[in-house]
């Protein structure tokens, strides 16, 4: 999840103010959170000079390593460990409680921006309140609408994240989920045209389109009059909604796959996962190869892009990757589409409806990639797969996105970036792609210095 905008402007307007009315000058400049924000912040300190020394962050999982280059400790330890006067940084919604915490550990300088979320939560005025009612009624005239679309009325599955690998996990266990609770005929409500394609890749018939704004007023409706009055299945971990911290946080064994598997789905241990089936007759990954002058099984494509964060990778370390793997014989390839994902240089644009994905990367023999929901899309692919995931940053964290972790590939080779390490990662993505078999073992994370 990125940060909107408007958020990111107010980030750079309230710290250059602060910066030019002295309120950093001669303290330690710390963020509290490792949020969707701390990048942000992070950016604007140094394009001003100021340096960001530490991050504070409750979960106990995060504290001692670090996010962004940076080192994550929790409150407590901190202000136990330093001496130095200290200004934070804090955006979150839950500021007030971060402010309480602070002020009990002797800390006395913070700055609250304002963002989105907070402001939203301290808004609870009479006509705020109106708005979200009216909000309900719209959404449930929405859930009306579709329903009188079809001749019986129909659960309602609501894919309410428009992220790719969230509906794929959903339409994994979608199937035993229908064995055993026997809803009857069912639609699914998507708001991306990704996750359109995604629910088509798994033969689930009925799909309705609707906007960000419909699926926001369809879940406010489904929350106020509940399962009872609206057949609406929410196919998402409801915490998110309505819980600070994700389980997965305070029990690393819990993963992307079992909040699936148990909290959405409630199904038993051992449910087995439904995935593609696989047309290996159309042809499609030869005549692709062959038009770009990639060589079989020869090939890695590369994805460096996510739409759900920006990465601290940059596309140069890419660059220096293709170019070795270049001088091994292979040739290169970069995932890529639109203005935003431009391909890494020293190599060739390559883009593959999902449907020929599988095919397409065991054609091409490997794979390496950010972490983002086209890894879960291609996790059953026979070839070389290396995904590198990123620290303090929930959108890409190796401890509950892992492949070999949700039981989606076991052979991946995985890695966590560390801006410090990156040389050393970029030799063992490179050995990586040149094993001759696909390792049995666990190799990077557990390998990997520092991890």
């Known amino acids: 999840m990125l940060a909107l905008e408007e958020d990111r402007r107010l980030i ?10 002295g309120y950093f ?61 200290a200004a934070v940084i804090i955006c ?15 800390c006395g300088s913070m700055l609250h921006i304002p963002v989105t979320e907070s402001r939203r939560k301290d808004d609870d005025s009479l006509e705020i309140l109106q708005e979200r009612f009216a909000d309900a009624e719209e959404g449930y005239r929405i859930y009306l609408r579709i329903q009188q679309s079809y001749p019986q009325n129909r659960w309602l599955f ?13 339409c994994v266990y979608l199937d035993a989920f229908l064995k055993k609770e026997q809803p009857g005929p069912y639609v699914m409500a998507v708001s991306a045209e990704s996750c359109r394609k995604t629910a088509l890749l798994f033969g689930v018939g009925q799909i309705e ?10 879940l406010k409706a489904w929350e106020f009059l509940g399962s009872r009055k609206m057949l609406v299945k929410p196919l998402l971990y409801w915490g998110w909604r309505t819980k600070r911290y994700l389980y997965a946080d305070e029990y690393p064994q819990i993963t992307f796959n079992e909040m699936f598997l148990y909290d959405v789905f409630d199904l038993p241990c051992g449910t087995e996962k439904k995935r593609i089936e696989i047309n290996g007759q159309s042809g499609y990954a030869e005549a692709l190869f ?15 892009y996510a739409g759900s964060f920006v990465p601290e990778m940059g596309i140069e370390a890419w660059a220096e990757i293709a170019a070795d793997l270049v001088k091994k014989g292979w040739t290169v390839a970069t995932n890529c589409s639109g203005d935003a994902e431009r391909p890494v240089p020293g190599t060739v ?14 054609y091409a023999g490997g794979f390496v990639a950010l972490r983002s929901g086209l ?18 940053f929930n959108a890409a964290r190796y401890e509950y996105f892992s492949l070999k972790k949700m039981g989606l590939n076991p052979d991946a080779v995985e890695f966590v970036y560390e801006k410090k390490d990156e040389d050393v990662l970029k030799q063992k993505i490179i050995e990586a792609v040149q094993q001759k078999e696909i390792l049995e073992e666990p190799y990077g994370v557990s390998n990997y210095p520092g991890i």
């Open 158 to 170: 609501l894919c309410p994240y428009p992220g790719t690998g969230d509906i794929y996990m959903a």
């Open 209 to 218: 389109r609707v906007s960000k704004d419909e699926m926001e007023k369809l």
């Open 290 to 304: 062959k038009r770009l002058g990639l060589k079989p099984h020869r090939t890695v494509i590369m994805a460096p």
């Open 25 to 85: 000058t001669e303290k330690d400049v710390l963020i509290f959170g490792c949020t969707i924000y701390t990048r942000d912040i992070r950016d604007v300190l140094l394009e001003n000079g100021v340096r960001l020394k530490a991050i504070l962050d409750n979960n106990k999982k995060k504290a001692g390593g670090t996010c962004l280059g940076v080192p994550v400790y929790l409150p407590e330890s901190y202000f136990q460990e330093q001496d130095g006067d």
């Open 12 to 21: 750079k307007e309230e710290i250059e103010r602060s910066i030019q009315g």
């Open 375 to 392: 890894c879960d899309i291609v996790s059953q692919a026979k070839c070389k797969m290396v995904i590198l995931y990123e620290s303090g």
């Open 92 to 106: 979150s919604k839950y500021y007030r409680e971060m402010e309480e915490q602070l002020h009990a550990l002797g």
């Open 349 to 362: 644009p390559i883009w593959f409806p999902y449907e020929e994905a599988v095919q397409v990367l065991e």
